[in-house]
């Protein structure tokens, strides 16, 4: 069942009490840390908000299992006929199914449970919904689905390749996905911790050098992208 993140970041994982947290009603519940992630928004207009709400309760399309029974009755032979034909008509269709992230989808971003920030090149304003869907790696190796809105309006001066820092509040999450993102980034902050330890040995640990390309070793980076 997915949970609204209150202004308390309401969530699963236990609150922060490290450098990115904050003190009194605004206080966030989650560290904030960077990673490349595959990451796809998609711009939700006010009367789609409540569908796609209603939608992360069902089960991901993209990812459904597909189980058979052992008895092949009259009525799941003819049924399954049927679906042969339908997938011969939608093979020649020009249907516009999304296609599942994957690599080439990753981009930079700072995240934690409740919300996250990334560079966008389209405008957006404080309100505006999206629907967000995130591939984590393995050992979770799966696509987490929430709703998020912008905490702020896009008004800073882009960037050189014309990019706008964007803030979304993870507002609507499922409880299981909250918490494997959770999760995940627990295990960048080890990666991380662990790599700041090593850097005054002069031997290089594989640990290491994933904590160098999944996340910033600098504690200061980790706080940049309000979204609280």
């Keep these: 069942m997915w949970r609204r993140s209150g202004a308390h970041g309401e969530g699963g994982g236990a609150p922060a009490s490290g450098p990115t947290a904050e003190s009194g009603s605004g206080r966030r519940a989650y560290y904030r840390v960077e990673g490349i992630l595959p990451i796809r928004l998609t711009p939700l207009a006010p009367a789609e ?19 058979e029974g052992e ?13 042969e034909k339908l997938d011969l008509l939608l093979g020649a269709s020009p249907v516009d199914v999304p296609r599942q992230l994957s690599g080439r989808d990753r981009r930079p971003l700072v995240f ?17 919904a999206y629907r967000v869907e995130i591939l984590l790696p ?11 809105h ?24 499922d409880d299981d996905d909250r918490d494997a993102l959770v999760a995940y980034s627990y295990d960048l902050q080890r990666f991380a911790l662990r790599a700041r330890h090593d850097s005054g040995r002069s031997a290089s640990t594989p640990a290491a050098d994933r904590a160098a390309a999944a996340t910033s070793s600098s504690p200061a980076s980790a706080s940049r992208g309000s979204w609280a």
């Design 112 to 128: 934690s449970g409740s919300g996250l920030a990334l560079r966008v090149d389209a405008p957006f304003e404080a309100g505006d």
């Design 71 to 83: 008895d092949d009755t009259p009525l799941m032979a003819r049924l399954r006929r049927i679906e």
């Design 138 to 148: 393995p050992p979770y190796a799966r696509t987490l689905r929430a709703v998020g």
């Design 49 to 67: 908000v409540d569908a796609a709400v209603f939608d992360l309760s069902m089960p991901d399309p993209l990812c459904a299992p597909v189980g």
């Design 150 to 173: 912008a905490t702020r309006a896009g008004r800073e001066t882009p960037d050189a390749d014309g990019l706008r820092q964007l803030p979304l509040a993870l507002t609507h999450m």
